[in-house]
Nanobody, 128 residues
Framework: QLQLVESGGGLVQPGGSLRLSCTAS????????IGWFRQAPGKEREGVSC????????DYGDSVKGRFTISRDNAKNTVYLQMNSLKPEDVGIYYC?????????????????????WGQGTPVTVSS
């Protein structure tokens, strides 16, 4: 059974940091691009970041550039999203997803329809 499980969400003050994890089971992530998306209440799903299967291409949404960093550990079948300098507008449910089409040297964070498998999400709240 192919599965993605997110963890690491929680409540943090503005300016704080969180590290999200996305662990896959049932398939090897090095054959897939992995993306992070988020959805705030009342808003559409937004692409946050992605990393290609080879790890050679990384893409970030404009709102998180310079603050978030994506990385992968193929040995642990896990992708991480380090989130620094968090802002209230970063609040939402964070989902990771796997895309076979991005299993090579390219990924694109703006196309959620290209992602085949999705996790259940982990909530992030930024509030003082």
């Amino acid at each position: 059974q192919l599965q993605l499980v997110e963890s690491g969400g929680g409540l943090v003050q503005p300016g704080g940091s969180l590290r999200l994890s996305c662990t896959a089971s049932g398939f090897a992530i090095n054959y897939y691009g992995i993306g992070w998306f988020r959805q705030a209440p009342g808003k559409e799903r937004e692409g946050v970041s992605c990393i290609s299967g080879s790890g050679s291409d990384i893409d970030y949404g404009d709102s998180v550039k310079g603050r978030f960093t994506i990385s992968r550990d193929n040995a642990k079948n896990t992708v991480y999203l380090q989130m620094n300098s968090l802002k209230p507008e970063d609040v939402g449910i964070y989902y990771c997803a796997a895309a076979a089409i991005y299993g090579g040297d390219v990924c694109y964070v703006g196309g959620p329809e290209n992602y085949n498998y999705w996790g259940q999400g982990t909530p992030v709240t930024v509030s003082s």
